[in-house]
Structure formats: C-alpha cells, structure tokens
C-alpha cells in the first residue's frame, strides 16, 4: 500500500469517527450551494506546477461552471466543464504535473492563480458573478490561521460557515477528487423532530419557550419554527411572544434539515389565551403613511387620530423647501396639538424634485442619525441608482437603538418596473444587512405585493410580488437568492392579522385595490408586535389615496429580554486511554459566540468545568470502562444538551509491549521521516 493510500486510509478512519460541526443562526447548509472543499497552494517541488483546487457539488443536479470564476488576491480564472451533482471537480495549473503526483489528470488545468504561501484568498463566483465560497489561509483574512507546508488544506466540516473553523492542515498531499462529502451528503434519511414543549393542545399566554429535540447521523444543519406557516425562528429553543397573534388555535411547525438537505418535520396545535391588558408605557406606537404629498390636508387629521410616537412619511415632496420649512410648520402643529404628549423632532429627505418624491420622520424619541440613500450596492458589488432615495434613521428608544428604513419603491406596474423595484430592494437588503444584528424596521411603499397575500387575499393589479418575496421567502427558487444573510424579516400587519384583508390602497379607486404599504421587522424585534391596524381613522378615505399602518412595539418586553437560547450540541467527542489511570478527551470547539465554558460529565454525574474544547480526566481504575458527555454553557448561564455518549475503557497495568515492525510500516516510517528531513533542506522559493 503506497503512503497516499495509508495515509488518506488513516484520515479517512479517524473523519469517520468525528463528528461535523453544526451551526445555527445564520449559517447555510453545503447542500445549498457548490463548496471548495481542498487546496494545495504549497506544492512540495513547483507551486507554478503543481497547485490544484477542488470544488464539490452537494446539490442533487449537474452544474455547468460555464461563466464562473475563481480569484486569488491578484488574478482571476474562467471555469469550463460540468461538475456532477455529489461530485468532485479539480482545478490545476498543470495536468502533466498533477499527474505525476496523484496519477491522474485534473478536470480542468491551466489556472494562471499562483497561490501565495504567505497568506492569499480564493473566492468562488458563479456565472452572475455573486460570491458562492471563498477560503482563506495564513491570517490573510483575519480569522483564517489555517497553514500547510508541502500539504494541502482542506475542510472538515460539511455545514459551511465561512469562517476558518472549517479547515484544517490535511497532514499529506491530500485526495483530489475524492472525500467524504459524497458519502455524507447521499444521506436520504431525514432528522427525527420532536417538539418537546409546548406540548400539543396546550392553552398558552404571555412569552412561551417552543424547543424542538431533533437527532440525525451527521447532525443538524438548520432549524426552522415557524408559526401558522410563517418562519419565526432559526435558532432552538426559541422564546414566542404569544400576544403578537390572536387568541384561539394556532400551529407550531419545526423543520430540522441534516447536511444532505433532508428535512425532518414535527407540527402541533396549540390554543393561545392573552386577556391581560397590555399598560400603554410599555408599548411606543410606530406608523408609515404615504400622504400623497399632502394634496389634501386632512393627512394632518389622520396623524392626530393616530397619535403615533414615531411616523415615517412617504411622498413627502417639497417638505424640504426653504430650509425644511413646510417639515418644521408641520412639527410645530402637531406639538401643539400634542401638548401633554413629548415633543416631535424630525428629518426630511433632501434635494426633492418630484412631489412624488422624499420621506420624512417626526419621532418623540431622539434621531441620533440620518443618512440618505440615492445609491444601493448590488449583489454583484455594482451601483444601482434607485428611483426614489431610501432614507435611514437611528433612532434611541429608552436605551434601545431602533434602525429605521424609510422607502419608496419605484411605482407602476410593467416588466421594466418590476425590475427596478426588485433591484432596488436586492440593494437595499444587502444595506441592512450591513448594518450587523440590529433591530430593525423598514417602513414605506413598496408598490408590490406580499407572498402571502394570496386567495382571498389577493390583491388587484400586477405590480408583481418580486420584493416582498425577496424578504419574507429565502427559501423561494427565484428570489431566495436575493433574501438577506443576517436576518429573518417579518410582515407586521400580516402576522398579526393573518385572515384581514389589509388593503393600503385602492379605497379611492377599488379597481386597484391592494396591499403595497408595509412594515417590516426583523427578528430582533418581531416577536415583540401588538395590535398593527390600516386606516382605521374618521378621516382615513380622505387624508390620502394610500391608508396608513401602524402598530406598537412592546419596548418595555424588547428591553427586558433575556438570552433563554442554550449552546448547540457538542459534537466532534474523541477519547483515548493514556494509561491505566488517565483518559484525554477532545472535542469540536463551539462556535457560539457567548461561550463561557464546558461542563464535563462522567458516568452521567456532573464533574468538573473547562474552557477548552479538551480534558484529562486522571486517578481511574485500572481496566474500567467509563461514559463521557460534554456539554457547552453560554455567559448566561444556558446549558446545551449533552454531547452523545463516548464509552472508553482504561488501560491495563501493562502497557508496554514489542512493536513489530512490517515492511509497510518501515515504509510509513521512512517516507514520513524523509518528508520532515526535506523541510530542513529544501530551499523553496516562497511566493
């Protein structure tokens, strides 16, 4: 048997026996998308020869790379040929050089990357030119400590997560077109869901704990809980504010997908009983209104019926004209109507031509920033020019900094503006997920329809459900690709009144008669929702051909959370026997970011604590066999469920024995001595 062979044999044993590391949050299942799954950017005789990088396809269908790229940090490469589905595909820089190392060729040769030893990037794009994977190694990208010396680097963990926890030194020239994925990912076996509480036909009210128990071979890759068929929560267990639906029965569905993209399912029905009054200090009112650009005035009378403590205007036209005069006139009537109430201060946006055009904000809580927004950054890292400015504001709530995104997609129906909505909204996603994990609202007209206004629902007109689809449906074919990467959005009218008809627009012209004002949250703030209503105001049908909506935020529940969301399972647990007294364990470090420490476990009783992914457990009994489990607890003092059990019995009292030595293992040893003797001799040009 050649060294190759023994060693990737060896590898592939002690992979077999790890488990992957599986993350929750944001991080995407490797079935969702091609992978680069192993790199050699150290040859050990030619980097100019012999570099290679490997690719793999967890999906369940062929990919033509016709149109895709691979960059390192100063070139870039077009890819040609099919990767199969479940399969491997190898880029070199020669194949005459591949094949003398690994005695085959390569799928496709000729990239011009010369990878550099001291620190590089490789990111992959498909044939739109949006990032799929990249890999990093040498502290090129902070966080990516991952280096190899006449090895290659590859990844151990099927759940990608973009982080350099992923890779690891492979120890040896590696296995190009060849690995564990394949066999991993042709899994057909879904995961076992249970919903361990609330338990099915309960009567629940206030904050309830929904926590899923779900187990799968190769783990869990994603959790998704959704309530009467709206995604809520990817994170387990998750805390449902029950006051954001309506009393009576309602549906608790947990999805759990495995690495190879199996899901597994587990539903209840529970009946939701809130009959306490919520006080009014603990709600603030938030309301988004097109006023047409005020053509009519009883705008006005609809904001004094409302009394909202924050509103984001829309057409807001000439409010900007003479140093904000019209925006000041309007925060001075309505402070003086409001005496008893705190005063409004406001912003409009600025530089407006059309009366179509602008948005404003009055808020009683202080704006601590502004930022407009004429220009959005793509998918594909271009600039988009949208139709009417976006306008952010920071807003500080009691302590609670709100982000608010105040809109106005372009209007009409018609393929061209269908499209500049949809790239509109793609850019203004790719905005607030750069804002990081922060609460969030966006707020205006969005001149769309939502995904789940259907049936009896459904709208007039054929404004098109592109946007609304890229927000509330990740998981759509079309436009899930465009969803965002941070956050789970949340219509708030249409989850607090899933069977109401809702319609903003139209009540002047039923023939359009539609839903195409909204309100936004994402999940910082989603569960915190009470009482959204539409143009429910005496004046409503005449202050503007577009009704308002509003809803309170429960600010009082929002900043009295607490973290109830335990670590993951800890997976990746390996033992050894030292010796007759002593056994090491070792284990995947967790990924979550409020890690305090590990609680240790043997023979189910509670044992000591660590902060390392390892531990010794010394002064055992001669030949006995012990049980471990590891658990992670977070800076809150939340305990993840236990590891599985790893069984491992110590040592005899002899320990020492003859070691004979084959021909095969006289080779390993040789050749592995020869490797280790050429580090210290061969002068290798460092690129």
Not at 336 to 359: H, K, N, S
Not at 460 to 489: A, C, R, V, W
Not at 537 to 566: E, N, R
């Amino acid at each position: 048997m050649s060294f190759l062979r023994s060693k990737k044999l060896l590898l592939l044993i002690i992979f077999m026996m790890s488990n992957f590391v599986v993350l929750t949050g944001n991080s995407s299942p490797s079935g969702d998308n091609i992978i680069i799954t192993e790199v050699l950017y150290d040859a050990p005789n030619s980097d100019a020869t012999e570099e290679w990088i490997e690719l793999f396809n967890p999906t369940d269908y062929a990919v033509d790379l016709s149109g895709w790229t691979v960059e390192d940090n100063y070139d870039s490469f077009g890819l040609s040929g099919t990767i199969p589905a479940k399969g491997y595909f190898v880029v070199a820089r020669q194949s005459a050089a591949f094949n003398l190392l690994y005695g085959f060729d390569p799928d496709l040769d000729g990239s011009p990357l010369a990878l550099s030893n001291s620190g590089d990037k490789i990111t992959l794009y498909n044939n739109v030119s949006t990032e799929v994977d990249f890999v990093a190694w040498e502290n090129y990208v902070s966080g990516w400590s991952v280096s190899a010396i006449d090895t290659t680097i590859r990844r151990i963990n099927v759940v990608d997560t973009d982080t350099g926890v992923d890779w690891q030194n492979s120890g040896y020239l590696g296995d190009p077109g060849d690995g564990l994925y394949d066999e991993i990912l042709s899994d057909v076996t879904p995961p076992l869901v249970n919903i361990l509480s609330p338990i099915s036909g309960a009567n629940l009210s206030g904050s309830v704990e929904i926590s899923v128990n779900a187990t799968d071979e190769n783990g869990i890759a994603r959790y998704e809980i959704y309530i009467d068929g709206i995604l809520r929560a990817t994170q387990n267990p998750f805390l449902w504010n029950t006051r954001t639906v309506s009393n009576g029965s309602h549906t608790i569905l947990a999805k759990c997908k495995d690495p190879a993209n199996n899901v597994g399912e587990h539903n209840i029905t529970v009946t939701v009983e809130n009959y306490e009054i919520v006080s009014s200090s603990d709600l603030i009112k938030i309301m988004s209104y097109n006023i047409e650009y005020g053509i009519d005035p009883d705008w006005k009378d609809v904001v004094k019926e409302e009394n909202p403590d924050i509103v984001i205007f829309v057409e807001t036209g000439d409010w900007d004209d003479n140093s904000n005069e019209l925006l000041n006139q309007y925060i001075d009537e309505f402070n003086a109507y409001f005496a008893d109430e705190e005063p409004y201060t406001g912003y409009t946006a600025q530089g407006i031509i059309y009366d179509t055009d602008g948005e404003a904000i009055m808020s009683r809580y202080p704006i601590l920033e502004t930022v407009q927004i004429p220009l959005v950054t793509l998918d594909d890292d271009s600039m988009f020019d949208v139709s009417h400015d976006f306008m952010y504001w920071k807003v500080d709530v009691a302590g609670t900094e709100l982000y608010l995104i105040g809109a106005h997609l372009k209007a009409m129906s018609g393929e061209d503006n269908e499209y500049r909505r949809e790239r509109e909204q793609e850019g203004i996603i790719n905005y607030m997920d750069s804002l990081g994990e922060v609460p969030i609202l966006y707020l205006g007209d969005l001149n769309s329809f939502s995904p789940d206004d259907t049936g009896a629902l459904a709208p007039e007109g054929d404004l098109g459900y592109g946007p609304l689809t890229m927000m509330l449906k990740p998981e759509d074919p079309t436009y899930g690709q465009y969803s965002s990467q941070n956050h789970i959005f949340t219509d708030v009218f249409r989850i607090l009144n899933p069977t109401e008809l809702g319609y903003t627009y139209g009540h002047q012209n039923p023939t359009f008669d539609s839903r195409i004002d909204f309100i936004i949250a994402n999940d910082y703030i989603s569960n915190y929702l009470v009482n959204s209503t539409v143009g429910d105001t005496t004046t409503a049908d005449t202050g503007s051909d577009h009704y308002c909506v509003d809803f309170f935020l429960d600010i009082d529940a929002l900043q009295s959370q607490t973290d109830i969301t335990a670590p993951a399972k800890v997976l990746g647990v390996s033992a050894e026997a030292i010796n007759s007294s002593q056994i090491n364990l070792v284990w995947n470090p967790s990924s979550e970011v409020d890690l305090d420490y590990y609680n240790i476990y043997r023979d189910g009783t509670y044992i000591t604590q660590t902060i390392n992914p390892s531990y010794s457990d010394s002064g055992l009994n001669v030949d006995t066999e012990y049980t471990y489990e590891i658990t992670a607890v977070d800076t809150s003092g939340n305990e993840g469920i236990k590891s599985d059990s790893i069984v491992i019995r110590t040592q005899t009292e002899t320990t020492v024995s003859d070691f004979p030595l084959s021909s095969g293992g006289l080779i390993v040893c040789l050749t592995g001595l020869a490797l280790i003797m050429s580090k210290h001799i061969k002068k290798k040009r460092r690129t």
